[in-house]
């Protein structure tokens, strides 16, 4: 099919050609690794295999989309808050976004939990995804890589299942009912808001020289957006000491627990001690007796899409 593409063809053309195979692939649960590989070689187009999905999911009609989650949603993030095509560039104030409506509904089956920085954590890249994924064995990372088109601004979701139950390999039977939440860079303050108010638990990612310089911003933010939120847990990065310091507190009807982590840098969990540290974090939170899901929260976010 592609070996007979012409010199002259665009990547438009090309695209409209692999198509059909990138179909066969969401049917069969296949990386899209391949189909990528076949559009840069064609065309000289590279894409993410997360910009890909976005590009078939936004052009398929909404008895596809569903199609779209299902198959891909196994062991792939899925877009929950993401940009309209089309834009000439999404970091524009007026990009519009949307949220994903197939969503809405298959969600209210799961326990949620919310990732998200603060402060220069929540604009700049640090590495939350990462961490998610080495805490609950997500693929944020390999879902939708920092240069993917569709990274900033934008909200993911992957869950230990798919939307139509099927089982990801787990030996954790709590963690089957879990759907993780992931805030990339610059997410709009509206959206996660609500996504606070309606979930018991959130993972906060702050700066260590934020934590001890720009407290008073900090708790604005804490208190604005997570007001609510019953179980929160912070993780301070790059603590200047050698060892890891944890401290719990108790505020109300709110625990909150922080992680200082020494030389947490964007990708480096090779310290015994951090390694540690993460996975009971991890146990912890999965662990959680009957953690309070607002059934509807997903259905109130329609007001504030934009």
């Not at 309209?84 to 799961?110: G, H, N, R, V």
Request: hydrophobic share 35%; charged share 25%.
């Amino acid at each position: 099919m592609i070996d007979d593409a012409k010199e002259n063809e665009t990547p438009r053309d090309v695209f409209r050609q692999v198509l059909p195979l990138a179909f066969y692939y969401l049917k069969c649960s296949l990386p899209f690794e391949d189909i990528t590989q076949i559009i840069a070689n064609a065309s000289n187009l590279i894409l993410t295999t997360h910009d890909l999905f976005h590009i078939i999911f936004q052009l398929s009609e909404p008895v596809l989309r569903g199609f779209c989650i299902e198959h891909y949603s196994f062991s792939n993030s899925v877009p929950f808050y993401y940009p309209i095509l089309p834009s000439k560039s999404l970091k524009q104030k007026d990009t519009k976004f949307a949220i994903c409506k197939e969503l809405w509904y298959s969600l209210q089956q799961f326990n949620g939990l919310v990732s998200f920085g603060l402060g220069r954590a929540g604009w700049n890249p640090v590495g939350k995804s990462y961490l998610l994924d080495f805490i609950f064995e997500t693929d944020f990372v390999k879902g939708n890589p920092q240069n993917s088109t569709f990274h900033f601004n934008s909200i993911d979701i992957q869950m230990t299942k798919n939307l139509f139950g099927k089982m990801k390999n787990t030996s954790d039977a709590e963690s089957i009912k879990w759907a993780y939440i992931d805030c990339h860079r610059q997410t709009n303050h509206t959206i996660l808001k609500i996504i606070c108010q309606h979930l018991d638990i959130a993972l906060v990612h702050i700066t260590n020289d934020d934590f001890m310089n720009n407290k008073s911003e900090l708790n604005s933010d804490i208190k604005r957006l997570l007001g609510s939120v019953k179980h929160c847990y912070y993780l301070v990065r790059d603590y200047k000491d050698t060892k890891v310091k944890i401290e719990s507190v108790q505020r109300g009807s709110t625990y909150e627990k922080y992680y200082f982590i020494p030389n947490l840098t964007r990708q480096d969990t090779n310290s015994h001690s951090v390694r540690k540290s993460l996975k009971e974090l991890g146990y912890e939170i999965l662990h959680l007796k009957n953690p309070k899901v607002d059934r509807k929260w997903i259905s109130r976010l329609r007001d504030a899409e934009g």
